[in-house]
């Protein structure tokens, strides 16, 4: 499994908000884009996804930007990996949703693919933009 550039740069931006205001304060995308060196256009798209997933707030005006909508401790790295990534299984068959395979009942590398997938996720599901801030990501 690989982490693409959107949930690697995704995670950066929540962070990078959590250090510039958090809840309180907005940043504009121009600050953003600048202090983790990724383009405005892909900054935006990113935005885009943690702002339909609830993440983000945008706020209108000559002070607007972007804020946090929950504290740093309530995100975990799992929250925005999956709004950026999308499943984060390592096979197809283990995808929320999948039509279960044919082949489960007698397929000799399930249990490697079903500890994987529980290892990455007691991990992200663990860690929070807090943790990384803090320097406390296990």
């Known amino acids: 499994m690989k982490i693409s550039t959107k949930g690697r740069y995704a995670l950066r931006v929540m962070v990078d908000l959590a250090r ?9 995308v121009k600050e953003i884009a600048a202090r983790q060196e990724i383009s405005e256009k892909y900054l935006e798209q990113i935005i885009s996804l943690l702002n339909k997933a609830g993440y983000v707030k945008s706020i209108r005006g000559a002070q607007g930007g972007y804020r946090l909508t929950r504290q740093p401790e309530e995100y975990t790295v799992g929250m925005i990996l999956r709004a950026a990534e999308g499943s984060l299984a ?12 044919g082949r489960c009942d007698i397929c000799d590398t399930l249990e490697i693919w079903q500890e994987l997938q529980n290892a990455i996720n007691q991990v992200v599901d663990n860690a929070t933009i807090a943790d990384l801030i803090n320097g406390k990501a296990e």
């Open 20 to 28: 510039n205001g958090g809840c309180e304060e907005c940043c504009a």
């Open 90 to 101: 390592p096979v197809a068959c283990l995808e929320e949703g999948a039509e279960t395979c």
